[in-house]
C-alpha cells in the first residue's frame, strides 16, 4: 500500500514538473518582456535609468499596462497585479478594469484570450480581452497625450493610439516566440501564427506591418520606413517556408528556423523602430523633451 502510495505522489510530482516546464518555455517574467519592450521604442533597455521620474512613471505605466492586458492571470497567486491596477488608477487612465473583472484564472486560460492576435475573434469570454485591450489603449492614448480627432459626439482618438498600443501587443508575444523552446511539438500551438500567407488575418507579421504603417502613417516614403518593410518581408518569406513545409512545426529544424525569424524580427525592429518613433510627435514630445 505505502509503496503504491509513494508511486503517485512520484507520478504527480513528474505531472506537475511537466505541467510547469511546459508553461515556464514559452514565457518571459515582466522585466524580460520590459527589456524587449523598452529596446524596440528607444533602443535601449538603459534609456529611461537617465530621465527624469515624469517619464520613468509612463514608461512604467505602459509596461504595466502591457503585462495587465495580455499577461496577468490568477490575481490570487500574483498580489502585485493589484498594485499596477492600482498604479494605473493613480495616473488618471480612463476606465481602468478590477482585477477579478479581466482574470481567467490559469495560465493556459488566459493563453487561449490573449494571444492570439490582437484583433482575433474569440468565441466566448471576449468581454475580458476587449476589456485588457481597452485598458493598453487608454494608457497609450493617455499617457501620450493622443489627442481626438472630430467634433462634438463624432470627436475620437487618432487611430496611432490603437496602433502603438498593437505594437506594444506584437513585440510581447514576439518575445514569447523568442522564450520558445523545443519538446518535441509545436510550443506555438495557442499562439497566433508568426506568419501566415493563407491567412493574413492570423499573422503576425502581417498584423504588425498593418499597425506600423498605422503608427507611421506620415513616414510612409521615408528610407527607415522603407528599409524596415523590406526586412520584414524577408523575415515573413522564410518564417512561412519554415512553418509551410509540411503545414506546421514538425521537426526540430523547422522548429529552429521558425524560432530564429522571431529573434530576426525583434531585432530589425530595435534597429528601425527608435529612430522611426524619433520622427513622431506624439512620442518625441513626451520622451526627446526632457
Avoid at 120 to 139: C, G, H, M, Q, S
Avoid at 167 to 177: A, N, R, S, T
Wanted: hydrophobic share 35%; proline share 2%.
Amino acid at each position: 500500500m505505502k509503496k503504491c502510495a509513494r508511486r503517485l505522489t512520484l507520478i504527480c510530482i513528474l505531472l506537475l514538473s511537466m505541467v510547469f516546464s511546459s508553461m515556464s518555455v514559452l514565457s518571459f517574467d515582466d522585466s524580460e518582456h520590459d527589456k524587449y519592450l523598452e529596446q524596440v521604442l528607444f533602443g535601449s533597455d538603459t534609456f529611461k535609468k537617465t530621465k527624469s521620474e515624469k517619464i520613468k512613471k509612463t514608461i512604467q505605466a505602459l509596461e504595466y499596462a502591457s503585462y495587465i492586458a495580455i499577461d496577468q492571470y490568477n490575481a490570487s497567486g500574483h498580489p502585485n497585479d493589484k498594485e499596477k491596477i492600482q498604479f494605473l488608477k493613480s495616473r488618471g487612465i480612463s476606465n481602468v478594469p478590477s482585477i477579478d473583472d479581466i482574470d481567467f484564472g490559469s495560465n493556459s486560460r488566459h493563453r487561449d484570450y490573449t494571444h492570439r492576435g490582437w484583433d482575433f475573434e474569440y468565441p466566448d469570454d471576449k468581454a475580458k480581452w476587449k476589456v485588457r485591450k481597452e485598458l493598453l489603449i487608454n494608457t497609450v492614448n493617455k499617457e501620450l497625450n493622443i489627442e481626438h480627432t472630430g467634433f462634438l459626439w463624432f470627436k475620437k482618438y487618432d487611430p496611432k493610439g490603437e496602433s502603438f498600443a498593437a505594437l506594444i501587443y506584437y513585440v510581447h508575444v514576439l518575445g514569447d516566440y523568442i522564450a520558445g523552446e523545443w519538446k518535441g511539438n509545436d510550443p506555438y500551438s495557442k499562439m497566433i501564427h508568426l506568419a501566415d500567407k493563407h491567412d493574413t488575418d492570423y499573422s503576425l507579421i502581417e498584423e504588425l506591418k498593418k499597425h506600423l504603417k498605422g503608427v507611421f502613417k506620415d513616414q510612409l516614403s521615408s528610407n527607415v520606413y522603407k528599409g524596415l518593410d523590406k526586412e520584414i518581408d524577408k523575415i515573413n518569406d522564410l518564417a512561412w517556408d519554415a512553418y509551410s513545409t509540411e503545414g506546421g512545426l514538425k521537426t526540430e529544424d523547422e522548429f529552429a528556423a521558425y524560432h530564429q525569424c522571431a529573434v530576426d524580427l525583434m531585432q530589425v525592429l530595435t534597429d528601425r523602430i527608435p529612430l522611426l518613433l524619433k520622427k513622431e510627435s506624439f512620442f518625441a514630445n513626451v520622451f526627446y523633451k526632457d
